[in-house]
Nanobody
Framework: QVQLVESGGGSVQAGKFVRLSCEVS????????LGWFRQPPGRERDFISS???????TYAASVKGRATITQDNAKNTVYLVINSLKPEDAAIYYC??????????????????WGQGTQVTVSS
């Protein structure tokens, strides 16, 4: 069983950055994929970023150029940094895991495991 625990959310000023962490327990296998989704109030959960076990990263257009996803295998932790925060970045951010690759990771329905979510609020 895989468990994902997020941390690092909170209230951040627009233009600043937020760093989210996701501690992973259990194994997603050598073909697994980790990453992040976000869900603004009243809206669907959308793909933000993913990273494969080999370190290949993918980003949604909404954060490309502003976000960086990394993983620390020694700590079993995945990080997401989003710079130059905008009001539209405010959402609950969910860590996600898929055991069968990153190709379908963009679809929330294809995710095998979810964290509990961490709130990011962007203040002006």
């Amino acid at each position: 069983q895989v468990q994902l625990v997020e941390s690092g959310g909170g209230s951040v000023q627009a233009g600043k950055f937020v760093r989210l962490s996701c501690e992973v327990s259990g194994s997603i296998g050598s073909s697994g994929c980790l990453g992040w989704f976000r869900q603004p109030p009243g809206r669907e959960r959308d793909f933000i970023s993913s990273i494969s076990t080999t370190g290949t990263a993918t980003y949604a257009a909404s954060v490309k150029g502003r976000a960086t996803i990394t993983q620390d295998n020694a700590k079993n932790t995945v990080y997401l940094v989003i710079n130059s925060l905008k009001p539209e970045d405010a959402a609950i951010y969910y860590c996600a895991a898929r055991t069968n690759g990153c190709a379908a990771f963009v679809s929330a329905s294809r995710i095998d495991y979810w964290g509990q979510g961490t709130q990011v609020t962007v203040s002006s």
